[in-house]
């Protein structure tokens, strides 16, 4: 796959560009982008090519970054991937809505989402790929929540205002994502299926928006699978002239990692983990370059906004890395959230920039709200994230508020330059300008008290959303759950 080049328009086409009608409709495609939220699942921020990674290809999102906004400073709103896949969709803390960990609490139907704004909008909306915001059945076994009789955590893309879906409640194999080799294999992955290898089924489905399980076209590389039916989506709606909206969670490279023979020999000589895991995340990276390449055909890649990140930092024991950036998945450490984070939209950025300006998961839903003009009122709950559009248009910007991470028995607020983060009640500030891999704790600085009172107000206001002061107490009532002090146990001060 060749790498994507841009159509340069001139003579008679370019006149006509900006005349009459033709100009018009153009300023009236300007008002409603096409939007696409593509997420990576533990691809640490040290594990593309554009970020310095020596060994793993990923020539198409090299281009992204070369071609629109890199965000050195983009963050996952946690640790781990359903509490930030349920950022992604709401603008607002996980805490908020109970979701604090993988497998935990579900995408709440009180909250307003996305797609929900953007169906009122007119736009066509899909979901693909990984959902782990609740289960997608509870009259069978699937994946790690789904059973007969569960319908407490029942809660399916259809209940958020998507119009399609092609979704697992979680993780799956990076190849043959429904197949599972009989014998003993390691939970880290295995080499790729032969047509006479014995298999078992893994137990994770995919569903579609109706709740039907999905059994055609599964064979192969999984984000392929997943393209396979993004792309039929954003035709449809482009034949409808309808604007989309589409988010794309690919699995990889989340364990169990598996890589085609054609992929895996791209990496000869590497160690045969290191071959399945870069070698996913090049299948990966391949599918994104063919994203961009249709909607070039389509004739809609200029004004199509698509946003890149991973939902946390790289999994232990796997080749990810961080670049030297503290910790991991699981922690608030810059490690676990700081992640890969980049943005095209040709029409409004038509020039590449590296920006470092925190950004996080959370500022997807009002940005795309300014973008559109959606006003406040239909966004009744308190937001966390903020509109990164005058950052889009090349304008300074400083955040009012810092970033703030839940985790279980981790709390962390992220500034401009400061960050205070506490595991169990214990404290540590840093200077995350000059220190940006955590390694000298300050004590006694004079922004220290500041940014800690901060902390204990953001967590107070996570439990009273959580306890239902925007909605009320209809989900908090039938999840049963528990409130989940990100402060921990406190005994350390």
């Known amino acids: 796959m060749k790498l994507i080049h841009r159509t340069v328009l001139c003579g008679i086409g370019l006149s006509m560009c900006v005349g009459g009608t033709f100009a018009h409709e153009r300023k009236k495609s300007e008002d409603r982008p096409n939007v696409i939220l593509i997420m990576a699942d533990d691809l640490g921020w040290g594990d593309t090519g554009y970020n310095g990674n020596p060994v793993i290809k990923t020539p198409y999102l090299d281009q992204m970054a070369n071609e629109g906004i890199r965000f050195n400073r983009f963050y996952s709103v946690s640790a781990v991937c359903s509490p930030t896949r349920c950022s992604v969709l709401t603008g607002r803390n996980p805490f908020r809505s109970g979701v604090f960990h993988a497998n935990q609490g579900i995408l709440r139907p009180e909250e307003v989402t996305i797609p929900e704004l953007l169906k009122e909008k007119g736009y066509s909306t899909g979901h693909f790929g990984k959902w782990h915001l609740g289960t997608?059945?509870?009259q069978e076994k699937d994946a790690n929540r789904g059973r007969v009789g569960n319908t407490r955590e029942y809660n399916p893309p259809a209940l958020h205002g998507y119009d399609q879906a092609f979704v697992t409640e979680s993780k799956v194999p990076t190849w043959d994502p429904m197949k599972k080799p009989v014998g003993k294999v390691s939970h880290l992955g295995w080499n790729a299926l032969e047509e006479d290898d014995d298999w078992?089924?893994?137990g994770t489905h995919y569903w579609d928006i109706?709740?039907?399980k999905v059994t055609d076209n599964l064979d192969g590389d999984d984000s392929r699978v997943i393209m396979d039916r993004v792309l039929p989506f954003i035709n449809k709606s482009v034949k409808q002239e309808k604007p989309f909206f589409a988010v794309v969670w690919f699995h990889t490279p989340h364990l169990p990692c598996v890589a085609g023979p054609e992929y895996r020999e791209m990496y000869k000589g590497q160690s045969e983990l290191m071959q399945n895991y870069?070698?996913?995340i090049t299948a990966m990276d391949d599918q994104i370059g063919r994203l961009r390449s249709y909607l070039q055909q389509l004739n809609v890649d200029e004004n199509t906004m698509i946003w890149f990140c991973s939902d946390n930092g790289p999994e232990r024991n796997t080749p990810g890395i961080t670049a030297g950036y503290r910790e991991r998945k699981r922690s608030l450490h810059e490690g676990g959230v700081r992640v890969p984070g980049v943005m095209v939209w040709p029409q409004r950025v038509k020039k590449n920039r590296i920006v470092d300006f925190p950004a996080v998961t959370s500022d997807y839903l009002p940005t795309i709200a300014e973008v559109l003009n959606i006003?406040?009122?239909?966004?009744?709950?308190?937001?966390?994230?903020?509109?990164l559009l005058p950052l889009i248009d090349g304008k300074q910007m400083k955040r009012k508020s810092p970033i703030g991470f839940c985790y279980p028995n981790q709390v962390s607020l992220s500034g401009d330059r400061y960050k205070v983060y506490a595991r169990n009640g214990k404290l540590e500030f840093y200077?995350?300008?000059?220190?940006?891999?955590?390694?000298k704790s300050l004590s006694n600085h004079r922004e220290m008290e500041k940014m800690q009172k901060e902390m204990r107000e953001f967590v107070k206001s996570c439990k009273e959303s959580f306890d239902g002061k925007e909605y009320g107490t209809k989900s908090y009532d039938k999840l049963n759950q528990k409130w989940k002090n990100p402060y921990g146990n406190e005994k350390k001060k």
């Open 210 to 212: 109706d709740g039907n």
């Open 200 to 202: 078992k089924p893994y």
């Open 375 to 387: 006003k406040a009122k239909k966004m009744p709950n308190q937001l966390d994230g903020i509109s």
């Open 136 to 138: 997608l059945t509870h």
């Open 431 to 439: 200077d995350i300008i000059n220190d940006p891999y955590e390694k």
């Open 278 to 280: 870069a070698g996913c």
